[in-house]
């Protein structure tokens, strides 16, 4: 008897909604969405400043303090990304870099876009500013960082801001 | 503690798709294959020996279930015995040895199935039409999801950093040096039958494979893979009882977590994790960081990524930092080469099943102490020794290095 295999498929999908609170982080959104400032956390004792903001010290396990930092930085380490996720293939090329921004002491994953994305613009040691979007929900979307040289035209886009 | 020895080693084909499994099937398939394997070194015994599971399965949404291993226990018979699982990223299987030598050497058991599986291709992207891009979605969920994750990281993007990182410091790895682990693995993989990826090609073959992630291409990529690999660890007095032939002795065991975030790091060229666990499994092991190139015959790495290899070669100790990239162009780390890494062809060669992944590399390490790899035994077994190592997750902020012995390696010291 032929008895070739047959596999029955299904599709299927598992979709879960969420009201998220950033809880500790709060602030750092709040002020990112209503006022475009980037704050990072400074410990109460041995004073580093971490970025992304964390409100206890992992080093010292006391509190770190809100420290507002610079909206310009140095990229530490960065990639384009040619082919993705299935959330972020349509935004294909992309690029992503480690960012230490001037006055943090940790470095913070950011997208940085440029009018011509070649790894040259984009390496380690380029400066850059942050670009914030007008429309802002408390998301890490709501900016992005631009090389310095091309944050003037990034600013003077319609649906982008600099900072205050 | 109690010696612990690893008695079989089953392991099914890596594929890049069973339509005619589930990831419960493969599980028992593996199961099974490490009992025929027991059972060929004499310990004759049968699912009713073994007195508890630890599970490796990393992503629950590649096998569509949350608490996957307790469906696989009642598939493979193992009811109203401890089962414990380990999710731990792409280094879930070495977590998982670690966890069943726990299990033997505190005297919970004295015979663990150690049984790791993980089948991601039933993901499903439609507007592509493919598997991979969802795939890699349902990995991408591992990085910080405040962060990271909004920006487009995935596991390329993330392992690319640090070696972009390491470029930057020392000036390599270059994308030929890459490319050339790369031939060496999916070269090694043309011995190995249960691998995915087995094939001849060129430097210039990955230098012209489309780009990933820059610098990784395509070739320079493991590909996500479905299988299961088991083992069954033993205490001495167990081995003794059954009067095993054979026993591979786990004589060092090292984990360790490093800042998921590759930003909070001193160097972000660094997968710390790797040189933390390395040197506690060689310490345990009474081996030199220093010498560990010539106090073993092989070791299967974690190659997710071609570049990232390169790192490891520096990590684990087989040569200082920043020469990595001369290693291979030396071709020290060929399978005829001064430490072959990599027999099997490691992930770049067998795909990359993940919480299968580690285990099948470390039974595949004490296959080739047995002497029984086949067309990719290693011929030069003079210690008697070899390490398996295992990285993942966010920034690959976990490892496990396990070192192995066969009883020529244990009476040399």
Known sequence: MNSEFQAHQIRDIIKINYKYTMGGQSKFFLELMNNKKILGAKCTKCGKVWMPPRINCSDCFVPADWSEV???????????VWFTTSAFIENIPYAIAYVKLDGADTALLQGIFSENLVPSKIKKGK?????????????????????????????????FEGGE | ???????????????????????????????????????????????????????????????????????????????????TRIASGGATGGYTVRMAYSEVASGLSDLCLCLGVEKCNDCYDEQTGTTTPEVLNSIAYSADMTYE?????????????????????????????????????????????????????????????????????????????????????????KVNELKVENPIWITGVGAANTDCFIGNREDMGRLYSNIHAAKVAYKMAGLDY??????????????????????????????????????????????????????????????????????MSTGEAALQLRGNAGKHQVKTIENGRAISHSIGGPGAAYAAVIVMENEEGISEK
């Open chain 1, 70 to 80: 610079k909206q310009t930085g140095i990229i530490e380490v960065s990639t384009i």
């Open chain 1, 127 to 159: 400066r850059v500013n942050a670009v914030f979007q007008k429309e802002r929900e408390g998301k890490m979307t709501d900016f992005f960082f631009v090389p310095e040289d091309e944050y003037l035209n990034w600013i003077n886009k319609p649906e």
């Open chain 2, 1 to 83: 503690m109690r010696k612990v020895a690893i008695i079989g080693v089953g392991i099914t084909p890596f594929k890049t798709r069973y339509l005619d499994k589930t990831y419960f099937e493969l599980a028992y398939d593996a199961t099974k294959l490490v009992l025929e394997d027991a059972n060929k070194n004499g310990a004759e015994i049968t699912h009713k020996e073994l007195q508890s599971t630890v599970y490796g399965i990393y992503n629950e949404l590649f096998e569509r279930q949350f608490m996957p291993d307790i469906f696989i226990n009642s598939y493979i018979g193992m009811n109203n015995k401890p089962g």
């Open chain 2, 149 to 237: 994750y909004p920006m487009g990281m995935m596991a390329a993007s993330s392992y690319v950093s640090m070696v972009n990182a390491h470029f930057e410091e020392f000036g390599n790895p270059t994308e030929e040096q890459m490319a050339l682990v790369s031939v060496k693995n999916h070269g090694n993989a043309m011995n190995n039958s249960k691998a995915q990826s087995p094939m001849k090609i060129t430097v210039e073959d990955v230098m012209n494979s489309r780009i990933i992630c820059y610098p990784f291409k395509l070739l320079d990529c493991c590909l996500y893979s479905e299988a299961s690999a088991a083992l069954i660890l033993a205490s001495e007095d």
């Open chain 2, 290 to 359: 220093d010498k560990i190139k010539s106090q073993i015959d092989l070791a299967e790495l974690h190659d997710a990524f071609s570049g990232q290899e390169v790192l490891s070669y520096e990590e684990l100790g087989f040569v200082s930092f920043g020469e990595g990239g001369n290693w291979i162009e030396s071709g020290g780390p060929l399978i005829d080469g001064e430490l072959p890494c990599c027999p099997s062809g490691g992930l770049i060669g067998c795909g990359h099943a993940v919480g299968a992944t580690g285990i």
